[in-house]
């Protein structure tokens, strides 16, 4: 005789394997349109159908939208880390064709800032905002708190680092990449 956890484990078996194999080839379909290597299809399409395994819920089977969605989610996290990679190459490449030395050390100077000035939840956001080029809703969404609460804490280690750094930095702009509008929600 089996038991409650043994049959419960083989309808949730039975139900994601429905899932499956209705919607595998057109998720395939779907990642093959932007992908070209056959291993980085597999390997993502691995990833969504885990995600699935993990997300399933035997009363409410996940539908095909769903699937898309996080394939489409997973498509952006590989092209985030795509050009992360590609921006810290690009700036090495700098540095090694001869960056002005003062470049060099006013980068120093605010990478010490950040990790000395800032609590580390600012310095996750300052990361994921001005390194990682994530939108204030995307951070809001990974710590789970309100767009508000991440464009204070934004606007808060600015400016700390501008006290920490001097005024002239701050009309410089050292911070890489986009400024954080005070008070957007």
Excluded at 47 to 69: M, Q, T, Y
Excluded at 94 to 116: F, K, Q, T, W, Y
């Amino acid at each position: 005789m089996r038991t409650r956890g043994e049959v419960a484990h083989a309808e949730r078996v039975g139900v994601f394997n429905e899932i499956f194999v209705a919607h595998w080839g057109a998720v395939r379909h779907h990642v093959e349109c932007v992908l070209d290597d056959d291993d980085e299809v597999s390997d993502l399409i691995s990833e969504v159908f885990s995600l699935a395994w993990v997300k399933l819920d035997v009363l409410r089977p996940l539908g095909l939208i769903w699937l898309l969605r996080t394939a489409d989610n997973k498509l952006k996290d590989r092209d985030r880390t795509l050009r992360a990679r590609a921006g810290a190459m690009e700036a090495v490449r700098r540095m090694a064709e001869g960056a002005r030395a003062h470049d060099l050390l006013d980068s120093l100077a605010v990478r010490h800032a950040i990790d000395s000035v800032l609590t580390p939840r600012e310095r996750r956001f300052v990361i994921f905002f001005y390194w990682g080029r994530l939108a204030a809703g995307e951070i809001a969404e990974l710590d789970r708190c309100s767009q508000a609460s991440v464009f204070t804490t934004l606007s808060r280690a600015r400016a700390k680092l501008i006290g920490e750094l001097g005024r002239d930095v701050g009309s410089r702009s050292e911070l890489p990449g986009r400024q954080p509008m005070i008070g957007a929600a």
